[in-house]
């Protein structure tokens, strides 16, 4: 996804504190499946799902807070820890009370609890990483029944958890490692169950570390179901796990827009050499921040690509992207007028020391913006924030602002203008954009990528805006982030057909 700077105030999703009376009892669990997360178990029974998630609630009286949580993100426990910190109230990560290990996950326990007035509430966490993902079960509980709770419901949901099974599928399914230098990239290649040499795309993620399936929704794992779609049409797909993320090697905040674009290049030659594709109809498909990829890629004559697809990518320099980007988002929000400018002021105060990379003067920047955020909340909101005061909450947001943001891969957007790329790409090229795409704004970068491309001389490119699209091509009704969970976890109906029909007419299946 594309780079997002945006303050966005959450009440705690993972607390549940209010009045409370002890409720002692034991658990029996029963089993469960979900496949929003992915994975089956046990849970207590009776305990209510909150709004058909895997929040479980026992509310056996309208004031007991015991509560179990299983959950997952595409996302490394170290890369995990800043979101939860805020959601339950900490200023740092907890020591670990040790480790748990059952059939499928070797789990990182911890415990903590939160006081809010006279009430204290117990909690168990249990992390555990498989493939890129961090998987989550947390139970909370009053003091007087902790230790029968962590008996009778955590550790038996520990043991029981496990993933889904893989429904079969008519293709062939391969894992498989390639190198770019001295960095070995993991993915999955998925390839018709035909003889001959196919035709191929490589995937290139968004913004943000991410697995290669790109999951940046629970259940709707994009790229997993881009692969599935064109591979049942004809087409072999490599989809990949960005660097340290995953099983592949390398430090994602060390890398630049340019490293990730020589890795999709490494991924093109890699697919050269098996004699099961096609080495003459191999190009890529990069979604967001993976467009500025493919651009880059569509400059370099030698990288291979025999066609590029742009999925929300941009074509215009990242600076002008992330104010349109974050003045969208903060309307769909219904920040005020002032709030929206003090954020575009702010971005504006950060380029220069970003591209000095003086990430001491970012920090003091934003320290100096959120603090004024602060005073612009009502009681209400800066109670919502979790922080005590303004200046826990001002640490806190700048500790999380560079962790996202303090490293090469967002310096060098900022620098980057994809426009001069797609100037110079003579390639096929589709480009796709969202009408409700509040992050790649289709009326910023849809002329300014044809313009571009009619530039280079190009004759063989299409650039369409679908209808009611966001930027995860979900039908959406305001195109907002928030928006993302709630909406069916499926492309718009135009999407796939676009893309596949597209591909068809350029290359030959066998």
Do not use: C
């Not at 979900?474 to 057909?497: D, H, M, N, R, W």
């Amino acid at each position: 996804m594309s780079k997002t700077i945006l303050r966005i105030f959450l009440t705690s999703a993972l607390l549940v504190l209010t009045a409370l009376v002890a409720f002692a009892q034991d658990a029996t669990v029963v089993p469960f499946s979900d496949d929003t997360y992915g994975v089956q178990g046990l849970i207590p029974e009776g305990w209510q799902s909150l709004n058909d998630t895997t929040i479980y609630m026992r509310q056996s009286t309208p004031t007991d807070v015991a509560t179990l949580i299983i959950q997952s993100a595409p996302l490394n426990m170290d890369r995990l820890w800043p979101l939860l910190l805020p959601q339950f109230g900490l200023d740092a990560v907890p020591e670990s009370t040790g480790t748990y290990t059952t059939d499928v996950f070797e789990w990182t326990l911890y415990y903590f609890d939160f006081t809010q007035g006279d009430i204290t509430v117990e909690f168990d966490l249990g992390l555990a990483e498989l493939n890129g993902t961090t998987y989550l079960v947390l139970l909370q509980a009053m003091p007087d029944e902790y230790d029968a709770l962590h008996e009778s419901v955590f550790l038996p949901v520990l043991d029981a958890l496990r993933l889904l099974e893989e429904e079969e599928v008519p293709y062939r399914v391969e894992d498989v490692t390639f190198d770019n230098g001295d960095i070995t990239l993991a993915g999955t290649l998925t390839l018709p169950d035909t003889e001959g040499r196919h035709p191929a795309v490589v995937l290139m993620t968004g913004t943000g570390p991410q697995n290669r399936d790109e999951t940046v929704v629970p259940g709707f794992p994009v790229f997993k179901l881009i692969a599935d779609h064109l591979t049942r049409n004809g087409i072999a797909v490599l989809r990949y796990d960005d660097r340290g993320v995953g099983q592949s090697g390398g430090d994602y905040d060390a890398t630049s827009i340019y490293d990730f674009a020589a890795d999709g290049e490494a991924a093109i030659a890699y697919l050269k050499t098996r004699d099961d594709i096609n080495p003459d109809q191999v190009g890529v498909m990069g979604h967001s921040e993976g467009g500025v990829y493919a651009s880059i890629i569509g400059a370099h004559p030698d990288s291979g690509a025999a066609f590029i697809i742009s999925m929300a990518g941009t074509a215009v320099d990242g600076k002008e992207l992330l104010l349109r980007q974050n003045e969208l988002l903060m309307q769909s929000g219904d920040a005020t007028d002032e709030q929206i400018q003090s954020q575009l002021d702010f971005l504006n105060s950060i380029f220069a020391p970003i591209a000095e990379r003086d990430w001491d003067a970012v920090a003091e920047r934003v320290r100096q913006h959120v603090t004024a955020q602060w005073d612009m909340l009502t009681e209400a909101e800066q109670t919502a924030t979790g922080a005590p005061d303004v200046e826990t909450f001002a640490q806190r947001e700048t500790d999380t602002f560079l962790q996202g943001y303090a490293n090469e891969s967002f310096a060098t957007f900022l620098e980057y203008n994809p426009g001069e790329g797609w100037a110079q790409t003579t390639v096929p090229v589709l480009g796709i954009f969202g009408s409700l795409d509040l992050q790649v704004d289709a009326e910023q970068n849809a002329e300014p990528m044809e313009a571009a491309l009619r530039e280079a001389g190009n004759e063989d490119f299409t650039v369409v805006t679908l209808e009611g699209a966001n930027h995860l091509f979900q039908a959406a009704e305001t195109g907002s982030i928030a928006e993302y969970v709630s909406l069916p976890k499926e492309f718009i109906a135009e999407f796939l057909p676009t893309v596949t029909d597209w591909l068809l007419a350029h290359v030959d299946v066998q």
